[in-house]
């Protein structure tokens, strides 16, 4: 196959830092506050990209959810910027696990299950 359709970033390994689902009350009306940080590291050619997504729901839970991915890449052109290659392609890998396992931790008795929506990583990026 065409040589041209590979992507030069390549997921080595995927695990699962922190899954933490802490009830404090019953089931409200109050709004799920979430916040996401994203952290990107390099060991000897490998590159490690986290999603760490915390959330509160005032009076009901506490989420926090951290993903990592191992990364390499392989027969990088020039002219591609390896720092937004990982910014953006492995950010968007990555956030798939991180909606599905949300999904799964808040789908609990007396719980209103959270499903993330698909995001605009470009603009998640930005700010």
């Not at 995927?14 to 009830?23: A, Q, S, T, Y």
């Not at 709004?31 to 590159?47: N, S």
């Not at 950010?91 to 719980?111: K, N």
Request: charged share 30%.
């Amino acid at each position: 196959m065409d040589k041209m359709i590979y992507s030069s970033l390549k997921l080595e390994k995927l695990v699962f830092d922190k899954i933490l689902f802490d009830r404090v009350g019953f089931k409200n009306d109050s709004e799920l506050e979430l916040e996401m940080e994203i952290k990107i590291g390099e060991d000897h050619e490998t590159y490690r990209v986290s999603l760490i997504l915390r959330g509160t729901k005032e009076k009901e839970y506490h989420l926090e959810v951290g993903i990592s991915g191992f990364f390499t890449l392989e027969n990088l052109d020039s002219f591609i910027n390896k720092e937004e290659l990982l910014e953006k392609n492995a950010v968007a890998i990555l956030m798939p696990y991180l909606r599905s396992q949300v999904s799964l931790i808040t789908t609990q008795p007396d719980t209103e299950p959270v499903v993330l929506p698909i995001l605009n990583i470009n603009n998640l990026m930005k700010k």
